[in-house]
Structure formats: C-alpha cells, structure tokens
C-alpha cells in the first residue's frame, strides 16, 4: 500500500514537531498491518525521531510481544480502546520512545466478534508524564480506505496531542 500524500503530510509534521522536542515515535500495528510504520518511514530524515515498529496482527502477539495483559485481551478481545492504549505503551516501552501510538480494530469487509467493518480504536502513550490515551474512529469505504484513515486518524492524533501544550 503506497501511502497517500495527505498522510505522508500529517507524518512530516509529526516528525518536524518530535524532532524539534528532542523525542521520538514508536508505532504497533494490528489492523494496519505496517502502513503506519511504512507512512512514517516515507519522511526524509525521519530516522531521528522515529524508532521502529511492531506489526502484532495474531491476537496473542499483542501480549507475547507488547504485553497486553491477557486477562485484558481475555475480557474485551483484540478491538477495544484499552487494548490500544496497552498497545501503545508496550511498544513505547519495547523500542525504548518517547511516544508509542498503536491501531487496532476491524477493516472488513466482514465483522469481527461483535465488533463493525471501520470500527478502529487508535492508542498513545507518552510524554513526560507517561499519559495513555485512546480515542474511537469510525471510518468510511472498504478494507482499504479504513486501514488508510486509521493512518491518517492516527497520526492526527498525535500531532494533536504535540501541538495542544499537553503533550508532556
């Protein structure tokens, strides 16, 4: 998936905000399946600020690689706001970054265990108060279209979190 220009935008701006913080982004990738990661590795210079990524599509990856507790996944299944925020935190604190962000949810075409196609939940960790937040996006269009703006929600969401003064 080639990434769209309006995303590799919002990902030069994240980039451009991070480095002039002295920060740096690590991203985990269930519904997008590495778009993320290959949306913020299309930015020149972007190997200051970004750390790497972690592509844990397999439920149990969440937990045997980010930590997830599983009692969590247990509960609420892969797609839910929390397991994003566990997400993100388990990467941030894997690849050693000041800010993790994470995407999970369902891209269809077809539900997933009561969960709707574009039913996407984005999760982020970090500043210096160690924050974790998570936020619902419901998207429009097919399998495609929904992994796209899950990228482009996800990194606006992080450049709202470095632009809002609340970022640490």
């Excluded at 500043?127 to 097919?142: A, I, N, S, T």
């Amino acid at each position: 998936m080639t990434p769209a220009p309006e995303a590799v935008a919002l990902a030069r701006e994240v980039h451009e905000l991070l480095l002039a913080r002295g920060e740096t982004l690590a991203v985990a990738e269930s519904l997008t399946g590495g778009a993320l990661g290959a949306t913020g590795t299309a930015v020149p210079g972007v190997s200051a600020t970004f750390r790497g990524a972690v592509v844990a599509y397999a439920t149990e990856l969440k937990t045997e690689m980010l930590g997830v507790p599983a009692d969590l996944l247990a509960r609420t299944g892969p797609v839910h706001p929390l397991v994003a925020a566990a997400m993100a935190a388990g990467v941030r604190g894997l690849l050693g970054s000041t800010y993790g962000l994470a995407t999970t949810g369902v891209a269809g075409p077809d539900p997933q265990a009561g969960h709707a196609p574009a039913e996407v939940y984005l999760g982020l960790a970090g500043g210096e108060r160690l924050r974790l937040l998570h936020r619902r996006v419901d998207l429009k269009g097919d399998r495609a279209a929904v992994r796209s703006g899950a990228v482009v929600a996800g990194l606006g969401f992080l450049r709202e979190i470095l632009t809002d003064g609340n970022a640490g």
